[in-house]
């Protein structure tokens, strides 16, 4: 039985330049974080998983909800530390479906939960699917690769047991379903005919390839053997690594082998130019992955020419990729895009080792990017770590840490971010970590460093953006202010910053 606990948000809120990073719930208490994962929309919340394993009542790895006021534990396994360890959400006919472990059992069933009576429920279906196969939900039902029965390929109707997915041209089919998408209205499939197919005009024993599923004839076709070179004899058959479907302007683009390829969905037929059937490798960018389609570009993570992880970002009307961030040493690993609706993707990345702090190597930051540049979000700040990034109304919630709290539920409103609280390329990256200003609550001095001019223009505003005084400084302001807070604006040569002071 579910037990539903809410919570009051604690609104601890972090004030950087004019944006405001705020802390939704500290779900385990102290530094350690409560290892918040899975996010995904539901009736107006944020569904996700999390542990509060250094709380007093330690609830396990458990499903949690926010809607970023109020934020409520749904207890599905009761006991001290006991987890259910949900994951793989999705919305089916208005319920919510996901897996986690059963209440009397460690092993993973399916579990539903239907707004109109506010339960949550085991539905006992074992192992209904895996992670790496996301249930595609076409006209009421969900199709997925079932765990449990070799990844063949199923469809659920969200009230019976899920049935199996005919293959009428060659009998039973005994397809290994590994991804899956909905594409003009067939399915494109990365799969393995483990029953090798003899009937391929593409060749036989293929291994687990590009595949194509027709509702209307209700048969598998093999679009292309992308990996041609085949094991004979005893073992797996060579695969041609298909990951990361993504539509964008009615193209299909997904990787293989490490490399950028897009498809019409459509058997090949015929060699000449008209032919249909074009599934094709478009660039030679190794390493390709985390694919996001957006005002029609694709971004996605490739190999520079150094073998780090870059942003790319690539343009169909003209065929090519342009590298777009340029960490020199580490990977920057964009990932978790998401589009805010301010002509910005937003997305978390590492940032090149050479402007960061060596004991931060490999922690993650907020970026954004207009598909021409990228900036880091708040570059003058403690908070890192952000993670698995999602939108609800307008407002960006992410894993993130400030340094004291642990890595916890955080939230951002992108209508607040300005000018001054980024940052486009390392020299001002640089530049915001050098600069200063310090005492800071102050009693009326505030001393500036890492000024690269001598003569700096500043403006001092009230919070309610009132100009209080302006003047040249070197390294030193002498607030005529009465206490209260503050901000400080400074143009020093090209660049513009503002900064939160408080006088005592």
Not at 23 to 39: A, C, H, K, Q, R
Not at 339 to 344: C, I, T
Not at 408 to 432: F, Q, R, S, W
Request: hydrophobic fraction near 30%; include cysteine; charged fraction near 20%.
């Amino acid at each position: 039985m579910k037990k539903l606990y809410s919570l009051l948000v604690a609104c601890i809120a972090t004030t950087i330049g004019f944006g405001q990073i705020t802390l939704v719930e500290d779900i385990n208490p102290g530094t350690n974080g409560s290892t918040f994962g899975y996010p995904y929309i539901f009736d107006g919340y944020i569904y996700f998983r999390a542990d509060d394993k250094d709380d007093a009542e330690d609830h396990g790895s458990e499903l949690w909800k926010s809607n970023g006021s109020e934020t409520a534990l749904i207890d599905l396994k009761d006991g001290l530390g006991v987890d259910s360890k949900p994951f793989g959400f999705f919305e089916l006919n208005n319920k919510l479906f996901f897996s986690a472990q059963a209440p009397t059992s460690r092993s993973n069933y399916q579990w539903e939960y239907d707004p109109s009576t506010g339960d949550f429920k085991d539905i006992a279906l074992y192992n209904f699917y895996s992670t790496s196969v996301q249930p595609v939900i076409i006209n009421n039902n969900a199709y997925f690769g079932r765990w449990n029965d070799s990844y063949h390929l199923f469809q659920f109707d969200g009230t019976s047991e899920p049935t199996r997915v005919d293959n009428l041209a060659s009998g039973i089919m005994d397809e290994y379903v590994r991804d899956i998408i909905y594409y003009n209205d067939k399915l494109v499939l990365y799969m393995k005919n483990n029953l090798e197919d003899k009937n391929n005009p593409q060749g036989t024993e293929v291994g687990t390839e590009l595949y194509l599923y027709d509702f209307t004839s209700k048969t598998y076709s093999l679009i292309k053997n992308i990996e041609t070179d085949y094991i004979t004899g005893p073992g797996d058959f060579n695969s041609s690594g298909i990951s990361n479907f993504t539509i964008l302007n009615n193209t299909l683009y997904f990787e293989a082998q490490g490399h950028l390829w897009s498809t019409d969905g459509e058997v090949a037929e015929g060699t000449t130019p008209e032919a249909t059937g074009v599934t094709e490798q478009l660039l030679d960018i190794e390493s390709v992955s985390n694919f996001f389609a957006w005002n029609n570009l694709l971004l996605f993570k490739g190999d520079d020419a150094n073998s780090i992880s870059q942003l790319f970002v690539y343009d169909p009307q003209t065929g090519n990729a342009t590298q777009l961030s340029s960490n020199g040493t580490l990977d920057h690993n964009p990932n978790d895009y998401t589009v805010a609706g301010d002509g910005y993707v937003y997305y978390t990345g590492v940032e090149d080792s050479s402007t960061g702090d060596p004991e931060e190597v490999g922690i993650s930051y907020l970026y954004r990017t207009d598909g021409s540049i990228i900036q880091k979000v708040f570059g003058n700040t403690n908070f890192s770590g952000f993670d698995d990034m999602i939108l609800l109304d307008g407002i960006l919630y992410f894993e993130a840490t400030d340094g004291t709290v642990g890595e916890e539920l955080y939230k951002l409103d992108p209508a607040t971010i300005t000018a001054n609280d980024v940052a486009t390329g390392i020299e001002d990256e640089l530049y915001i970590k050098n600069l200063s200003l310090y005492p800071n609550p102050t009693k009326g001095t505030i001393n500036i460093s890492g000024l690269e001019t001598s003569d700096v223009a500043y403006t001092v505003y009230d919070i309610s953006g009132r100009t209080i005084q302006s003047g040249i400084t070197n390294t030193q302001i002498s607030l005529n202010c009465a206490p209260g807070i503050y901000i400080i604006e400074l143009k020093d040569g090209n660049k513009i910053t503002t900064h939160k002071v408080q006088v005592k």
